[in-house]
């Protein structure tokens, strides 16, 4: 029997619990504020219109900063969890 059917709620009916059932719906609710604030920003890049660098097809280096942050994290998940191969 897995650890995760071992466990149960301290109460009449027994129920199954899952250590990582909190953490991973805790996961899953942040991702969702992520996707919120990245549509925002996103939102916020497209309506920029005082950065100089966005003339001439130049790039907004502050854009370019934030777009090798991401990339990097996306990297290090990859890895982490052996999804790049």
């Keep these: 029997m897995s650890e995760c059917a071992r466990q149960t709620y301290p109460s009449e009916d027994v129920r199954p619990v899952c250590p990582l ?3 991973a719906s805790k996961t899953v ?5 992520l996707v919120r604030s990245l549509r925002r920003l996103r939102r916020d890049l497209q309506a ?3 950065c100089p660098s ?3 097809g130049r790039i907004c280096p502050v854009r370019q ?3 090798n942050q991401v990339d990097t994290a ?5 890895a982490e969890w052996g999804w790049d191969a």
Excluded: M, S
């Design 21 to 23: 059932q909190e953490n």
């Design 29 to 33: 609710g942040l991702g969702k504020d």
């Design 48 to 50: 920029c219109k005082t």
């Design 54 to 56: 966005g003339k001439a």
């Design 65 to 67: 900063d934030f777009n």
């Design 74 to 78: 996306i990297a290090e998940l990859n």
